[in-house]
C-alpha cells in the first residue's frame, strides 16, 4: 500500500484511494494526440504527482487494477469491493476515493451503492481526457474527489461521483458524451447534489441515507443479464439470439417508454412464463418509464428512472439476492 502523508498529517483526514485505471490514469505521448492508452499510470506515481499539491488529506493507495474501464465486471467489483470494506472497516481511514474509467463508472457506482452501508464517504472519479493531454482534467477532478471524501457531511449519502466540478447520486449519475469535460456527466432524475472545486464544497440538501446499512447483500455469482437495444422492425428472433442459456433476467431498451414491436413483446412473455424477469427501460436519454396496463398480464417491470445500464445492474442483484416476487422486483425499481 503506497502512501503520502503532507506535514502535520494528524489533523487531516486520512482518504484510501482505490485504483483502477481509465483515463484519469492514462497516456497520449502527446499532448495533442487523440488516441492515448487507459490505465498506464500506477497508484505509485500517481500519489507522486498528487503529492506536489500539498492537500490537506493522508492518502494511501491500493491498486486494484489499471485498466479500460469497458474491460471492468465481476472480478473487478468483486475486488473492489472487498477493498472497499475492509477501508470501511478500518478506524484509520476517513473515506474512500476511486478512481476509475468514464465509459462505466456509473453502474460501478451503482453496484456499490446498492451493497454497502453509507457510513463512510466514498467518491467515484475519473476524467475525459488523459493525463498527458492539454486540458487534463483528471487532477483536478481527483483533487475535488480527495475534498469531497474528506467532508464528513459527505457521509449518509452512498456513493456519488465527482466530475467537472459536479456531485452527482450513483443513482441518478450518467455519461452523456463521448468528448469533452463540459458537463460529460449529468444525473437524472436529480441534478447535482452539490459542487465542489479544490477550493469550496457546498452541498445541496442535507444527507438522506444517515446510518443507513447496506440494501443488498454483494454476491461473487452475478447472474448475466442481457440488454436487448430496440430498433425499428426488429424481429422476434433477436429475443432468442442475445438470451443465454437458462435465462433469468433481460432488460429492454425500449423506444420511447420503453415500447417494443408486438413480436418481440410476444416472445418475451412466452420466455416470462418460464420464470424470465422482464425490465422495460427506454433507449430515450431522460424520462421515465411508468408502468402501462399490459404490464400486470404480462409480467413485466418498469424501469422507472433508471436508464438500461442501470436497469441491467439493480435486476443483476435482485437475482442475486434470490428476488424473483416481481412485486417487490418493481418496488426496488421504483425506490432505487
Known amino acids: 500500500m503506497s502512501e503520502k502523508t503532507p506535514a502535520h498529517s494528524a489533523y487531516f483526514p486520512k482518504i484510501r484511494v ?3 485505471g481509465g483515463t484519469i490514469a492514462g497516456m497520449a505521448g502527446s499532448a495533442t494526440r487523440h488516441e492515448y492508452r487507459p490505465g498506464q499510470i500506477g497508484i505509485d506515481d500517481w500519489l507522486e504527482r498528487v503529492a506536489e499539491f500539498g492537500l490537506a488529506a493522508h492518502l494511501s493507495g491500493v491498486q486494484i487494477a489499471n485498466i479500460g474501464s469497458e474491460d471492468i465486471g465481476p472480478p473487478v467489483w468483486s475486488a473492489l469491493h472487498s477493498a472497499i470494506g475492509d477501508a470501511m472497516a478500518d478506524d ?9 474509467g468514464t465509459d462505466t463508472a456509473e453502474e460501478t457506482a451503482f453496484l456499490l451503492d446498492l451493497t454497502l452501508p453509507a457510513t463512510k464517504p466514498v467518491v467515484i472519479v475519473g476524467a475525459m481526457r488523459p493525463a498527458d493531454a492539454v486540458g487534463s482534467d483528471g487532477m483536478r477532478n481527483f483533487v475535488n474527489a480527495v475534498r469531497v471524501a474528506s467532508d464528513p457531511e459527505a457521509s449518509g449519502r452512498g456513493v456519488v461521483l465527482v466530475m467537472g466540478d459536479r456531485i452527482l447520486a450513483a443513482r441518478d449519475a450518467r455519461k452523456v458524451r463521448t468528448r469533452g469535460t463540459d458537463d460529460a456527466f449529468r444525473g437524472f432524475p436529480r441534478g447535482s447534489i452539490g459542487l465542489v472545486t479544490p477550493a469550496a464544497l457546498e452541498w445541496f ?4 441515507r444517515e446510518g443507513e446499512g447496506a440494501r443488498y ?7 448475466e443479464v442481457p440488454i436487448l437495444y430496440m430498433g425499428a422492425g426488429m424481429t422476434a428472433e433477436l429475443v432468442d439470439r ?3 442459456e437458462n435465462p433469468r433476467g433481460i432488460v429492454i431498451a425500449g423506444v420511447g417508454e420503453g415500447n417494443m414491436p408486438d413480436a418481440v413483446r410476444e416472445r418475451l412473455i412466452a420466455h416470462r412464463k418460464n420464470g424470465l424477469i422482464v425490465v422495460r427501460a427506454s433507449r430515450v436519454d431522460e424520462g421515465l418509464v411508468d ?3 399490459e404490464d400486470d398480464p404480462n409480467g413485466f417491470v418498469a424501469a422507472r428512472a433508471l436508464n438500461p445500464q442501470k436497469s441491467r445492474v439493480l435486476l443483476m442483484v435482485l437475482i442475486a439476492n ?3 416476487d416481481l412485486n417487490r422486483v418493481q418496488a426496488a425499481f421504483d425506490n432505487p
Open 217 to 223: 447483500a454483494y454476491s461473487e455469482a452475478m447472474p
Open 291 to 293: 408502468r402501462e396496463p
Open 322 to 324: 434470490k428476488e424473483g
Open 18 to 20: 482505490l485504483a483502477t
Open 92 to 100: 484509520d481511514v476517513d473515506g474512500i476515493v476511486i478512481t476509475h
Open 205 to 208: 440538501g442535507r444527507p438522506w
Open 242 to 244: 442475445i438470451l443465454p
